[in-house]
């Protein structure tokens, strides 16, 4: 034992502390995971160092094969990891190994629940690491020296995962980290050669660095030790430089949980190489579940970056739009120069090709899933769809490719759920009808139920119903749909072309023509309020309904642009009327004028409502409905 000097004691942050409480609860049923997770970091440890090392040579000090050593000790109850990789100094032991820097890990922790089950898929999400030992260890400890610090600026980290950990500095000869694992008691069947090794198998096969274990040279009764003898348990080489053909789903899944710190297996993957002016191979994944910062502004997002197997940078955001920002994966380039950095990339003509094409290979993907898979597509849509609907405004090119993968409400459902894509949508199209016909609103309750629906119902057309926040502006980008346009039933004058018999078109400007006067008395009353007043052609049921202008911004962008603190242009809605509804017959012959003021604005306060839209005073309003009622009672 080395001295230790410098030695203190300290606590671990809140969130550490939660983290560890929770992991050590929710993920016994599957302990032996500790293992893939601190391999993944050791394997992490020795990409960096590898590359850190293509500048500065002198890091890998004499130049060992670079590996991981995985031993244990029966009696003492111990699993050892050593790697020779990038290593630790004493203040990134304390930071990596104390705190977790992942933005939004504060709200995240919030959200968990107390329910085991649920719990442990929400950490899967969140993914545990290091953290992880503490499910079979009730001691840690870690020793490592980052590459390139003297040997005397070694680090002994040790902590029994409870509030606080001790560190010190310690005499460490090699670089890189090796962490003792003391095993719980009931947990010493991993203190096992054989159990460790097909852990390794299950989970670790395709780390691309050799993964080492003792031979089994048992000594007899008696004799000596004998030195230990190493041997190579996993397959050893990059998982994507090797043919399709040859690897399995599960190695497939297992390299996917290494690159993505994620629990469950993807939902899809796409491996390919590129040959020809430029050469790449690109794994790409489409995760299962939402990472929980799938929102945060700066949440990590892009691929892992290889140049010639050489692991460059983790997430490379060049490659991918911001879109497709939940998709994870490694490319690795033969055309990039090692000494690639961020603002080398974001300029290079030659990322710009490969992100073309790497974008078509997602969409691709997730057609493929869409098309035969459609209800693991589903399960993707619920978590993705959101970010997906970035995508007309961000990726002008593929408009068309990611329009066909979007899933809308309609009015052929009952449940507000996202299923129909708009092939589904023109598939049941109307004969005559060249449109897609949309709503958008504030919720499903809301939208379902809008006088604007009215005509539709009664022609049995469907009508796309988007309620998300951000449908609206989707919208303004998306003009079109296999050649046919896309309408939004609230806005302007609603023409149904081909859908509206020559009968029923001249049946409504003869209406029209009688309401002539209506229309001017209203107009003389609404004043201000409105743009225009006219009969209406698309209520059955309602007395009257507000329109958007053909130009004017929507409710829900109205909304958007004022909570953010922007100055919205002001805009009046069209009052457009239902001639043949009673209520309006009644106001047509209403001869009082106050009387006729007052019925007015009560129906534009009442479509205003209809149309989710909140009363600019709705005091007035109140107190003209109750004038009419106490009338009406007398
Ligand atoms: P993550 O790997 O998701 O970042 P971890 O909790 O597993 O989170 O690890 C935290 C950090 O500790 C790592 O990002 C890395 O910087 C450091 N670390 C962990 N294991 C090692 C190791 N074997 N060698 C060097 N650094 C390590």
Excluded: C
Aim: proline letters at 3%.
């Amino acid at each position: 034992m080395s001295v230790e000097t410098q030695k203190e004691t300290l606590g671990f942050q809140t969130e550490v502390k939660q983290l560890l409480h929770l992991m050590i609860h929710s993920l016994y049923s599957n302990k032996e995971i500790f293992l893939r997770e601190l391999i993944s970091n050791a394997s992490d440890a020795v990409d960096k160092l590898r590359f850190e090392a293509l500048s500065k040579p002198d890091l890998l000090e004499g130049g060992a094969e670079l590996k991981i050593r995985v031993s244990f000790d029966k009696d003492a109850k111990t699993v050892t990891l050593e790697d020779n990789g990038i290593g630790m100094s004493r203040e990134d032991v304390i930071t990596h190994l104390g705190t977790i820097a992942k933005s939004g890990t504060a709200d995240f922790m919030k959200n968990l629940t107390g329910d085991q089950k649920k719990d442990s898929h929400l950490i899967g999400q969140f993914g545990v690491g290091f953290y992880s030992a503490f499910i079979v260890a009730d001691q840690v400890e870690v020793f490592s020296r980052r590459a390139g610090l003297s040997a005397s600026e070694g680090v002994h980290w040790s902590s029994k995962g409870e509030g606080e950990f001790e560190v010190a500095t310690i005499d460490k000869a090699d670089r890189g980290t090796r962490i003792v694992l003391h095993l719980k008691s009931g947990e010493d069947e991993f203190a096992d050669g054989w159990r460790l090794r097909n852990i390794i198998k299950k989970y670790s096969d395709h780390i691309a660095l050799p993964i080492e274990l003792p031979k089994e040279a048992a000594a007899a009764e008696g004799e000596e030790k004998p030195a230990l003898e190493w041997e190579t348990v996993n397959r050893a080489s990059a998982l994507w430089t090797r043919p399709r053909t040859e690897i399995k789903d599960e190695e497939y899944q297992e390299f996917y949980k290494h690159i993505a710190h994620d629990f469950e297996n993807p939902l899809s993957w796409s491996h390919n190489k590129v040959e020809g002016k430029l050469e790449y191979s690109s794994l790409l994944y489409v995760p299962a579940r939402a990472p929980f910062d799938l929102y945060q502004r700066e949440a990590p997002k892009g691929l892992k970056l290889y140049v010639q197997r050489v692991f460059v940078m983790d997430q490379a955001e060049s490659f991918l739009p911001l879109y497709l920002r939940f998709i994870k994966g490694v490319v690795d380039s033969n055309d990039l120069s090692l000494n690639v950095s961020r603002e080398i990339l974001q300029k290079d003509p030659i990322i710009d090709s490969m992100k073309s094409a790497l974008t078509k290979r997602v969409l691709d993907m997730l057609e493929k899933l869409a098309k035969n898979e459609p209800e693991q597509y589903q399960g993707f849509w619920k978590n993705f769809g959101q970010v997906m609907k970035e995508g007309p405004a961000e990726d002008f090119a593929n408009k068309e490719k990611i329009a066909g993968l979007l899933r809308f409400a309609s009015t052929q459902g009952d449940d507000g759920e996202q299923t129909v894509s708009l092939a589904d949508y023109l598939a049941r199209a109307k004969e005559g009808q060249d449109k897609i016909y949309f709503l958008t609103g504030e919720s499903y309750a809301q939208v379902k139920n809008s006088p604007h629906l009215e005509v539709f119902r009664k022609k049995g057309i469907e009508v796309l119903l988007l309620t998300d926040r951000i449908d609206e502006w989707l919208m303004s980008y998306l003009n079109e749909f296999d050649g046919k346009s896309f309408v939004d039933v609230a806005r302007g004058d609603l023409d149904l072309g081909n859908l509206d018999s020559e009968e029923d078109k001249k049946a409504a400007e003869e209406v029209a023509k009688t309401k002539e006067g209506l229309v001017e008395r209203i107009k003389t009353v609404l004043g201000e309020n409105v743009s225009e007043v006219r009969v209406s052609h698309r209520l059955t049921d309602s007395p009257a309904i507000l329109a958007i202008g053909e130009q004017d911004l929507g409710l829900q962008m109205r909304q958007i642009l004022e909570a953010s603190g922007q100055k919205v242009p002001d805009s009046k809605p069209i009052f457009e009327f239902n001639p043949t509804h009673p209520l309006i017959e009644k106001l047509d012959g209403e001869q009082s004028e106050e009387r006729f003021g007052d019925l007015s604005h009560i129906l534009f306060d009442q479509a205003a409502l209809a149309a989710g839209d909140s009363l600019k005073d709705p005091a007035a309003y109140v107190r003209r409905l109750n004038k009419l009622l106490v009338e009406l009672s007398v």
